[in-house]
Every structure is written in structure tokens, then in C-alpha cells.
């Protein structure tokens, strides 16, 4: 057995007079040189027109010239196939120009992948179960650099016709348009993306109207509007989870607005830095809503009302989230207002270092009778009244809570609560609520 100085390839040079993989002949010694000449000489001549041919040395070469073309043939197409495969996972741009035309010609459980790029368009799926995705929606840099752009034009990505959730979109930056709308019953997965910089009157980084999406750790940043800058959820129930919403601006609900008998769930969420002109910073709950808030972090965020979250006839369950640093002029942290049922629940919240300029730093209520119970109020300061929490013709149930170091500055006090004289403070008796350092009292009674 020999290897084969051009191609590499291993075979017996006693059975083929050649490389049978490339045609290669070996090089041949002096002595094999004369011996093949001797051969020669003492071959017949060739035959006649007509006669058999030989079987000769001649003969066997062509024969394993054609079997080594043909096995070169076979491992190029094997190769090529090979290669064809990996570069046919890119749907767009090299099947089809853009993303729309890719989506027309799917069917359902179709895989659409979008290489790295800047799509000037606004897609719809039409109806479609289908993922549409980038070449690596875990790579952020991937994420930043493959974009669709609306052109300002509208919605960059619409659901609008009964998407279920097989209908995937991953790994995209989507962008100078009305984002995402989500309406008409769909419920597609929305994950890992970047929405940014888009503009519209309503929910102008994602819209959801009568649908049911999942909304998994996207980034929904820099968008603004007049209902809901990051998201406005109405009639719907989405699941939230694990997005960061962050320097959005609206008139209303900055980071959210969650509205008209909507019950979305919000878990693990950051919702920071967005400013409202009016009401809710960070979140604005509204219109007989019953969301689920819980493990969020609500911070940085400033409104007129309720600089973290703004709360109006409406029955949350707010739990076990973190709301801190946010401002307002009432309700630093939370405001509730008009909702009177019990089942409007604050539980378990860190409520820390929000602050008011007239009442209220870490939790402001007027009109509502909440379930206040197993909070922590910490270092929350109001300009005039109630530190930690203001009451104002409300009937709150305050349950186990401690208030430490709260600050009201003005003549009237309620360092950790104060109170209206028309409100009336349920407690247990005796009183089961822990009141440490609030400045000037801990609550103050307006008689």
C-alpha cells in the first residue's frame, strides 16, 4: 500500500497501476522503469479492426481513470451538499430579498432565519405558526446588528390574526415604527429582542389588544408615547417575564399601561428610568384590571402620580416586588386611588428611598381600601406628609409591616403614616406593624 502524492489518498499500487481516486501515477523506480519497457517489447502488436481488443496495461489504466473520476465526482457532491446545507439555513436575504417574502411563502413549522442586516420594512405573519428569528437571537451583538426598521411608517411587526404561540419572533433589534402590535386573539412568543426608539399614540414599543402573547426577556427601551411607552395592555391577558423596560416616556404608564379588564402577569421584570408626564412612571393600572405584579424591580422611575406605579379601579395583586428610588408628586413609590375592594393586595414588597414632594414618598392612597400587609417601608422621605404612607379618605388594612427610618418634613408629621381625618386605619390589636426611627412620629392622625 502506498499514499498518493497528490491527493493524499491510501491504495495498493500492485492492483492498480495509478491513484484510482485521482489518477496519479506513482513515481517508478529505474528498475521498474526497464522491467515495464521489457514488457512492452514482447506485447503483440494491436489488433486488427475487427479483432477482440486486449485487456493490457493500457486498457486497466483508463478503466480506473473513469472509477477514480467518478469517485472524485461522488466526494465533490458529497462536499457540496455538505456546504449547500449549512448556507441554506439563511432564509433572508439568500432566499429571498426581504423578510415579508420569505413569510408569504412559509407554511406552518417553518424556521425563517434572518442574517445580520438592516430590513427596511414592516412584516405581518399573517396568521402564520411560524419562527422567525436571527442567526443567533443569544448573541447581543447579533441582536443589535440584525434590525428592522418601520421607516416610521406604522407597526414594524403585527399579529393581528390569531397568531398561536407557535408563531415565534427572536433575536431582532425592531425599531422607528409602532413596534409591535399584537391584536385579534393572537398569542405569539416575543423574546430576546430589542424594541427601541419607536413612537406611537398607544403602546408604542408593544400594543396588546384581546390577546394572550408571551413577552420573555426582550428589551423594550428609548420608546415613546401617549398610552403606554413600553407596553399598553388592554383587554388582554399576556404573560411578562424577564424583560427590562427602561427610559421609556409617555403622558400615561411609561414602562405600562395595563387597562380595561386586562389580567396580564408581570414576573421578573426590571422597569427603569421611564418618566410620565401624568400618571404611573413605571407602571399605570386602570379600567377594573386584576393584573398579577410580583418579583419586579420598579425603580428610578417619575411621574405626577405614582412614580412607580399608579393603581386606579383596579384589584392587583402587588407582590414581592422591589419599588425603589422612583418620585412623584404624591405617591413616590405607589399610588392607589378609586379601589375600594380588598382584594387590591400590597404584599411583601420592599418599598425603599422613594420620595414626594406633597405626600405619600413610599405609598400614597385616596379612595381605595387595600390589604397592606408584610411590606417593608425603608428610608422613604415626603416633603410635607406621610413618609412611608399617606391616607387619605381610604379605609387601608395594614397587616405586619415595618417602618424604619421614613421621613415627612412638614408641620403636619406622619413620619411612617399619616392619616386623614376622614380615613380610618384598620390594625390589628394590638398593633402586630413595626415602627423604627420614622421621623417627626410614626403616625400622625389628622383630628
Given at each position: 500500500?502506498?499514499?498518493?502524492?497528490?491527493?493524499?489518498?491510501?491504495?495498493?499500487?500492485?492492483?492498480?497501476?495509478?491513484?484510482?481516486?485521482?489518477?496519479?501515477?506513482?513515481p517508478k523506480?529505474?528498475a521498474?522503469?526497464?522491467?515495464?519497457?521489457?514488457?512492452?517489447?514482447?506485447?503483440?502488436?494491436k489488433?486488427?479492426?475487427?479483432?477482440?481488443?486486449?485487456?493490457?496495461?493500457?486498457?486497466?489504466?483508463?478503466k480506473?481513470?473513469?472509477?477514480?473520476?467518478?469517485?472524485?465526482?461522488?466526494i465533490?457532491?458529497?462536499i457540496?451538499?455538505?456546504?449547500a446545507?449549512?448556507?441554506?439555513?439563511?432564509?433572508v436575504?439568500?432566499?429571498?430579498?426581504?423578510?415579508?417574502?420569505a413569510?408569504?411563502?412559509?407554511?406552518?413549522?417553518?424556521?425563517?432565519?434572518?442574517?445580520?442586516?438592516?430590513?427596511?420594512?414592516?412584516?405581518?405573519?399573517r396568521?402564520?405558526?411560524?419562527?422567525?428569528?436571527?442567526t443567533d437571537p443569544?448573541?447581543?451583538?447579533?441582536?443589535?446588528?440584525?434590525?428592522?426598521?418601520?421607516?416610521?411608517?406604522?407597526?414594524?411587526?403585527?399579529?393581528?390574526?390569531?397568531?398561536?404561540e407557535?408563531?415565534?419572533?427572536?433575536?431582532?433589534?425592531?425599531?422607528?415604527?409602532?413596534g409591535?402590535?399584537?391584536?385579534?386573539?393572537?398569542?405569539?412568543?416575543?423574546?430576546?429582542?430589542?424594541?427601541?426608539?419607536?413612537?406611537?399614540?398607544?403602546?408604542?414599543?408593544?400594543?396588546?389588544?384581546?390577546?394572550?402573547?408571551?413577552?420573555?426577556?426582550?428589551?423594550?427601551?428609548?420608546?415613546s408615547?401617549?398610552?403606554?411607552?413600553?407596553?399598553?395592555i388592554?383587554?388582554?391577558?399576556?404573560?411578562?417575564?424577564?424583560?427590562?423596560i427602561?427610559?421609556?416616556?409617555a403622558e400615561?404608564?411609561?414602562?405600562?399601561?395595563?387597562?380595561?379588564?386586562?389580567?396580564?402577569?408581570?414576573?421578573?421584570?426590571?422597569?427603569?428610568?421611564?418618566?410620565?408626564?401624568?400618571?404611573?412612571g413605571?407602571?399605570a393600572?386602570?379600567?377594573r384590571?386584576?393584573?398579577?405584579?410580583?418579583?419586579n424591580?420598579?425603580?428610578?422611575?417619575?411621574?405626577?402620580?405614582?412614580?412607580?406605579?399608579y393603581i386606579?379601579?383596579?384589584e392587583?395583586?402587588?407582590?414581592?416586588?422591589?419599588?425603589?428610588g422612583?418620585?412623584?408628586?404624591?405617591?413616590?413609590?405607589?399610588f392607589?386611588v378609586?379601589?375600594?375592594?380588598?382584594?387590591?393586595?400590597?404584599?411583601?414588597?420592599?418599598?425603599?428611598?422613594?420620595?414626594?414632594?406633597?405626600?405619600?414618598?413610599?405609598?400614597?392612597m385616596?379612595?381605595?381600601?387595600?390589604?397592606?400587609?408584610?411590606?417593608?417601608?425603608?428610608?422613604?422621605?415626603?416633603?410635607?406628609?406621610?413618609?412611608?404612607?399617606?391616607?387619605?379618605n381610604?379605609?387601608?388594612?395594614?397587616?405586619?409591616?415595618?417602618?424604619?427610618?421614613?421621613?415627612?418634613r412638614?408641620?403636619?408629621?406622619?413620619?411612617?403614616?399619616?392619616?386623614?381625618?376622614?380615613?380610618?386605619?384598620?390594625?390589628e390589636?394590638?398593633?402586630?406593624?413595626?415602627?423604627?426611627?420614622?421621623?417627626?412620629?410614626?403616625?400622625?392622625?389628622?383630628?
Amino acid at each position: 500500500m502506498i499514499d498518493c502524492q497528490s491527493c493524499g489518498m491510501n491504495y495498493d499500487e500492485n492492483e492498480y497501476g495509478f491513484c484510482p481516486y485521482c489518477g496519479e501515477q506513482p513515481p517508478k523506480s529505474q528498475a521498474q522503469d526497464e522491467e515495464y519497457l521489457l514488457k512492452k517489447e514482447k506485447e503483440p502488436e494491436k489488433s486488427a479492426p475487427g479483432q477482440q481488443k486486449k485487456t493490457g496495461p493500457a486498457n486497466k489504466t483508463f478503466k480506473f481513470v473513469v472509477i477514480g473520476l467518478a469517485a472524485v465526482a461522488v466526494i465533490g457532491v458529497a462536499i457540496s451538499a455538505i456546504f449547500a446545507l449549512g448556507s441554506s439555513d439563511v432564509t433572508v436575504p439568500d432566499k429571498y430579498p426581504t423578510i415579508q417574502e420569505a413569510i408569504d411563502a412559509a407554511e406552518d413549522g417553518d424556521e425563517i432565519i434572518v442574517d445580520i442586516g438592516v430590513y427596511r420594512e414592516n412584516i405581518d405573519f399573517r396568521g402564520k405558526s411560524i419562527t422567525l428569528r436571527s442567526t443567533d437571537p443569544d448573541d447581543p451583538e447579533v441582536v443589535d446588528s440584525t434590525i428592522i426598521d418601520g421607516g416610521n411608517s406604522g407597526a414594524v411587526v403585527s399579529f393581528r390574526s390569531g397568531e398561536s404561540e407557535e408563531a415565534v419572533l427572536s433575536g431582532f433589534t425592531i425599531t422607528r415604527g409602532g413596534g409591535l402590535l399584537i391584536s385579534g386573539g393572537s398569542s405569539p412568543v416575543i423574546k430576546k429582542n430589542n424594541i427601541e426608539d419607536n413612537s406611537a399614540e398607544v403602546g408604542a414599543g408593544i400594543a396588546i389588544f384581546d390577546s394572550s402573547p408571551t413577552i420573555l426577556e426582550n428589551t423594550i427601551t428609548g420608546n415613546s408615547g401617549f398610552w403606554g411607552g413600553g407596553l399598553h395592555i388592554e383587554e388582554s391577558s399576556p404573560l411578562i417575564e424577564g424583560n427590562i423596560i427602561q427610559r421609556n416616556n409617555a403622558e400615561y404608564g411609561s414602562g405600562i399601561v395595563i387597562y380595561s379588564n386586562a389580567s396580564p402577569t408581570l414576573l421578573n421584570n426590571t422597569i427603569s428610568g421611564n418618566s410620565s408626564d401624568q400618571l404611573g412612571g413605571g407602571v399605570a393600572i386602570a379600567g377594573r384590571s386584576t393584573p398579577t405584579l410580583e418579583g419586579n424591580t420598579i425603580t428610578d422611575n417619575s411621574a405626577e402620580r405614582g412614580g412607580g406605579l399608579y393603581i386606579e379601579d383596579s384589584e392587583p395583586v402587588v407582590e414581592s416586588n422591589i419599588i425603589t428610588g422612583n418620585r412623584a408628586a404624591r405617591g413616590g413609590g405607589l399610588f392607589l386611588v378609586n379601589s375600594l375592594s380588598t382584594a387590591l393586595m400590597v404584599i411583601g414588597n420592599e418599598i425603599a428611598d422613594n420620595l414626594a414632594s406633597f405626600a405619600g414618598a413610599g405609598l400614597y392612597m385616596e379612595g381605595s381600601s387595600p390589604t397592606i400587609e408584610d411590606n417593608v417601608f425603608i428610608d422613604n422621605i415626603s416633603e410635607r406628609v406621610g413618609g412611608g404612607l399617606a391616607v387619605n379618605n381610604s379605609a387601608p388594612l395594614l397587616l405586619r409591616n415595618v417602618f424604619e427610618s421614613n421621613e415627612a418634613r412638614g408641620d403636619e408629621g406622619g413620619g411612617a403614616v399619616w392619616v386623614s381625618g376622614d380615613s380610618e386605619l384598620e390594625l390589628e390589636d394590638p398593633d402586630d406593624n413595626v415602627y423604627t426611627n420614622n421621623t417627626p412620629d410614626d403616625i400622625f392622625e389628622e383630628q
